[in-house]
């Protein structure tokens, strides 16, 4: 009985950048600035396009200055209450005490009340303002943080990325979800390829080859579910270095 050869099937893949995104804005404004010609170039640390801000940072400045300001009324109304705290007691201690005398007079006895009372009034109201105050320097502070958030999102800043394409020009009137550039994770690559069932089968005692050379690269990630393109195949992925050169060279791949 003659055995079979099981010759093992023959991919092609591309080189690839490790990850492609394409980054859209989350806020609304006016494009007032990009660097169009860092396109095709890898960026270390630069922002590659600016979206007006100018309103946001006057908003910002001038909310900064109200949790000052409402910070300085919060102090004075905490002294001016440890005060009438102080009075109330004052007062609510010799109301106490006219109250129990029998020389008292009845007059002198509802003034010593109403004394009292006005001070408690004006020791709550103090205190009500204060929580009033407390409520609305968290409110400010909010307020700060959201203007700082989108000032920061309306400035793309890339760290070494590959700037692809700026899909936006200066004067673009931009919105939440507008596509702005594409930019790519050019620091490694990846290959993709669609392998059949028979050749996921005992994968881990298989080699992969590259044009006809044995690797010691491994498929770093298999998908479960079959592909809906390739509907008999699985997606799978081999990371590589990046290139020294160029993406999208085609390599020939056999595991076997």
């Known amino acids: 009985m003659v055995p079979l050869l099981l010759l093992s099937k023959v991919h092609y893949a591309k080189v690839e950048p490790y990850e492609s995104v394409t980054l859209k804005s989350s806020v609304s404004g006016l494009v007032t ?88 009034t004006q020791y709550l109201s103090t205190k009500e303002k204060i929580i009033s105050l407390q409520k609305q320097i968290l409110d400010m502070q909010f307020k700060v943080s959201r203007l700082k958030d989108n000032i920061a999102k309306k400035s793309v800043v890339l760290k070494n990325k590959y700037l692809y394409k700026l899909l936006v020009r200066v004067g673009d009137f931009v919105a939440p979800g507008t596509p702005l550039a594409r930019v790519d994770d050019a620091s490694r690559a990846k290959l993709v390829l669609f392998l059949e069932p028979e050749e996921i089968e005992g994968i881990e005692d298989k080699s992969i080859y590259f044009d006809g050379n044995k690797t010691q690269y491994t498929l770093n990630k298999i998908w479960k579910i079959s592909d809906e393109k390739y509907i008999s195949s699985y997606r799978a992925e081999i990371v590589i270095p990046a290139p020294k050169d160029f993406f999208s060279k085609l390599i020939k791949i056999e595991i076997k």
């Open 33 to 120: 600035h990009v660097e169009l010609e860092l396109e095709g170039s890898e960026v270390l640390s630069k922002r590659v396009i600016h979206i007006d801000d100018k309103l946001d940072i006057f908003n910002l400045n001038d909310s900064k200055q109200n949790v000052v300001l409402l910070n300085d009324m919060l102090t004075l109304n905490k002294n001016l209450a440890s005060t009438l705290e102080n009075s109330m007691q004052r007062k609510e201690e010799y109301y106490k005490r006219i109250s129990r005398l029998s020389t008292a007079s009845k007059t002198q006895k509802d003034n010593a009340y109403s004394t009292f009372s006005a001070a408690k």
